[in-house]
């Protein structure tokens, strides 16, 4: 049964990314998806950290930074194929999450969050002030992924707006399916009950600080990625892709749509990613929304979106 | 050699001596109850047996290895086991992933085999699914198994706490008060769960109130008050032991007796 509803969320993920875009009245709509899929994929990761087990983190946007500077970088200065900066990124984030996170992580409580908040805010001050590097605060150019071109001379001609809608849908389907696998899996339920009960999950002979550090290594890639899957898409990078708003959107996407669950992950990426399009009308008016969105969603459906329903719809079923 | 060897264990918080120099042992197959008024230091001792607290002074000896302080998760692997007072249930999961997690040990591998859901993953979580299930059917909870684990019954609770104790195939079995709000029903299942576990050679260690349940199940019986160890022996020994009866009574109901 758990089974069939797994292949049933990637279906159906994979069915709406599909169909959405014969609904789209311009190809602008391609970029807000591809946008979509990205914050979703970054809060994806953030569903394992914080909503398997329970380990809060307000610095994941530094990882993203690693991801996106990567691909400035790399293939500038090492001639890295960018393909290849992505896997670079991501195995330096996962490096520095494993560095950060093992001190902190053998500690109880919200250390975590506090540490991380500093990393974060640490990486983005290094991609500001490192200007012989970085560029600073301006930004910096990224170079094409060359995925686009392949494929073309393949025969499959796309847009840049399709490419990378089609190219960061089909990651995010991946990465939910990365996901999906664990959270039923060993290691997913050691994580799981670590977030039930620490001192229980100790008796059954989970190493609690080993598997909050996976949890958190994970994660990490997850934002490194999808840090990486934006500067490749915008030919362009800034630190603000490290900064602390950045890390609050991951968590705040999460919680919208329901932590413990990765369609509710997407789902909350979908609506604060689009909310600010739809609201470019009442643009001064757009923090206050969000922040009503935000009260009323805790308020009433604290599990967020997707949990919440879904236990409605259960309800009335028995 | 005995299975579980506590030799002159002691802690104390801040002046307080809360458990001293209290020492015994458990064989394998053995049943030991803790007994002793409120606090008399039962669940602390546990605590230190069971790696929560580091112990002050003493020793802890599991198949005669010292393990004294050692971390619960460690404790684990050398196959000790508990449950709790105050249940520490998985709430978050369902009755028969709370079994399964029981068997941690047996179903981990690497983390990268479970990302991608590799054939050896899938294995690993089958075989724990279906050591849960015959668990949950020894504990009278397969009907359960896919309800969310908050919504049982406290009883039922308590039987899952020990499911997933047993999961672990554990040598030694410690047990803090696993009839404690249970009714009468309840508590004879739970009496016999016992008893049949010890009888498979798991040495257990058991800390309870309900006097009756000590008395039938026990083999040993050590008794505390203020941390310290007045009294041990069979079951019926300890119950005529006058300075048992002086603990639990108080010492004027014991001279008025007089």
């Not at chain 1, 974060?120 to 071109?149: F, Q, S, Y």
Request: with cysteine.
């Amino acid at each position: 049964m758990r089974l069939s509803s797994k292949h049933l969320t990637l279906i159906i993920m994979a069915a709406l990314i599909v169909a959405a875009p014969f609904f789209f009245p311009s190809g602008y709509y391609f970029r807000v998806g591809a946008l979509i899929f990205v914050n979703a994929l970054a809060v994806t990761g953030i569903v394992i950290l914080t909503g398997y087990a329970g380990q809060i983190s307000l610095g994941h946007a530094g990882f993203a930074g690693i991801g996106g500077y990567a691909c400035a970088l790399a293939p500038v200065h090492w001639g890295l194929p960018p393909a290849l900066a992505v896997v670079l990124g991501a195995a330096v984030s996962a490096a520095l999450a494993y560095l950060v996170g093992r001190p902190i992580l053998r500690l109880k409580g919200y250390y975590l969050g506090v540490a991380s908040l500093g990393f974060g805010i640490l990486v983005a001050m290094v991609l500001n002030n490192e200007r012989e590097l970085t560029k600073g605060p301006d930004g910096i150019e990224v170079a094409d992924l060359g995925l686009r071109g392949l494929l073309k001379d393949w025969g499959l001609n796309l847009s840049n707006g399709e490419f990378w809608y089609a190219f960061t849908g089909l990651c995010l389907v991946i990465g939910a399916w990365i996901a999906l696998n664990l959270f039923n899996s060993p290691s997913g339920r050691a994580l799981r009950a670590l977030h039930g009960s620490e001192i229980a999950a100790g008796t059954v002979g989970i190493d609690v600080a080993r598997v909050k550090l996976q949890a958190f290594v994970i994660s990490a890639v997850y934002a490194s990625v999808a840090g990486s899957l934006t500067a490749l898409q915008n030919k362009f990078v800034t630190p603000d892709i490290a900064g602390f708003m950045h890390s609050v959107e991951m968590v705040t996407m999460a919680v919208l749509g329901g932590v413990g669950s990765v369609p509710g992950a997407i789902l909350g990426a979908g609506i604060l990613t689009l909310l600010p399009q739809v609201l470019t009308v009442f643009a001064e008016y757009e923090q206050l929304i969000l922040g009503l969105v935000m009260m009323l969603v805790m308020i009433f459906l604290r599990e967020g979106l997707v949990p919440s329903i879904l236990r409605k719809i259960r309800g009335r079923g028995e | 050699m005995s299975l579980l060897q506590i030799e002159r264990l002691g802690i104390a918080f801040g002046g307080l001596r809360a458990v001293h120099d209290v020492s015994f042992s458990v064989e394998p197959g053995e049943i030991v109850s803790v007994i002793g008024p409120n606090g008399a230091g039962k669940t602390t001792l546990f605590n230190m047996i069971s790696g929560v607290y580091r112990p002050g002074s003493g020793k802890v000896r599991l198949k005669g290895e010292d393990v004294t302080g050692m971390e619960p998760f460690l404790l684990a692997a050398r196959g000790m086991s508990r449950t709790f007072q105050n249940l520490q249930i998985f709430q978050n999961m369902t009755v028969l992933e709370n079994a399964m997690a029981g068997f941690h040990l047996q179903e981990r591998g690497p983390v990268l085999a479970d990302l991608l859901n590799l054939p050896s993953s899938r294995k690993r979580t089958r075989m724990a699914e279906e050591g849960a299930r015959a668990l949950l059917a020894r504990v009278g909870l397969e009907r359960a198994a896919d309800r969310e684990a908050g919504n049982l019954s406290y009883g039922s609770l308590k039987r899952l706490e020990i499911a997933r104790a047993l999961a672990m195939n554990p040598a030694v079995l410690l047990l803090d008060e696993p009839a404690a709000g249970c009714n009468a029903v309840e508590t004879e299942e739970i009496d016999h769960l016992i008893a049949e576990v010890a009888k498979s050679g798991v040495a257990i260690l058991l800390v309870e109130h309900d006097m009756k349940m000590v008395m039938r199940i026990s083999n040993h019986v050590v008794v505390l008050d203020h941390g310290e160890k007045i009294a041990e022996g069979p079951p019926e020994a300890v119950s005529r032991n006058p300075a048992v009866i002086a603990a639990y009574l108080g010492t004027e109901a014991a001279d008025a007796d007089r």
